[in-house]
């Protein structure tokens, strides 16, 4: 294959320009028109708005009223057996959330199986809007078995941590099996986390036991994909 005969496309020569710019700025540095960086690089506007969308995608630019400008870093959750709480913590950033709804829901056969109760049994269902720094990033919908759990009712408050209240009644986290994948959210769901229905999301779905094997939830999160990341530690031992 001759490879001097492969023509780059021009979004991608005006995205490296970028990836250039951006570098040397700062957070919330204004980054330039789509009129002055198509006169720069000489393209035409629609190739600029091609390579502008990308990094939006990215989460390397935002919007920010008419204009688009450098934003902050994306945050990074573990992931693994502690609370979201914990990872936003670690790195410098505020974490709260804003509950949407919690309603008592039955359990059809898949709940009844993961959750460990009968088909038609009452399950909590808690769904949280999760911020960092006032920024809504995620939406997170928490299954529980009211059997189990419905304590929960009378004593937590739903804009804390749901982990650390679980941990402080005395049961143990043991395992979770998480899946993670791209998906693209509904508009009731970009709508409460304040993006669009074509910007994607990571999505993930997690059930987790305590250490005697016994089923404690099921979630279902969604997390805007230009502001969260995820990562996990490796070790073949």
């Known amino acids: 294959m001759n490879t001097d005969a492969v023509r780059v496309p021009k979004t991608h020569l005006v995205r490296t320009e970028l990836d250039g710019l951006l570098t040397g700025s700062d957070v919330g540095d204004p980054v330039p028109s789509e009129r002055e960086l198509a006169v720069r690089f ?9 390579a502008l ?35 936003a913590v670690r790195m410098g950033r505020t974490p709260g959330r804003v509950l949407v709804s919690w309603v008592d829901v039955r359990a059809d056969a898949a709940m009844s199986a993961a959750l460990g109760v009968a ?3 009452t399950v909590m269902h808690l769904e949280r809007v999760l911020l960092a720094d006032g920024e809504r990033i995620g ?5 529980l078995s009211v059997r189990r759990f419905g304590w929960l009712r009378d004593s937590f408050d739903p804009a804390t941590s749901l982990y650390a209240a679980i941990r402080a009644s ?21 709508a409460l986390l304040g993006t669009t229905t074509a910007m994607p999301v990571l999505m993930l779905n997690r059930r987790t036991v305590d250490d005697a094997d016994h089923p404690i939830e099921v979630v279902r999160a ?10 996990a530690a490796l070790t073949d031992r």
Do not use: I, W
Not at 42 to 50: C, H, L, M, S
Not at 139 to 143: C, I
């Open 222 to 231: 969604l997390y805007r994909g230009d502001r969260v990341a995820f990562e």
């Open 170 to 190: 005395g049961v143990e986290f043991g395992a979770a099996l998480e899946r993670v994948e791209t998906a693209l959210p509904s508009p009731r769901e970009a």
């Open 53 to 87: 969308h990308e990094l939006l995608v990215e989460g390397r630019v935002e919007r920010r009223g008419r204009g688009t400008v450098v934003s902050r870093p994306k945050l990074v959750q573990p992931l693994s057996l502690k609370s979201y709480t914990e990872g």
């Open 139 to 143: 939406l997170e919908s928490t299954y």
């Open 42 to 50: 000489g393209v035409a506007r629609e190739t600029v708005r091609q």
């Open 119 to 121: 088909v038609g049994a």
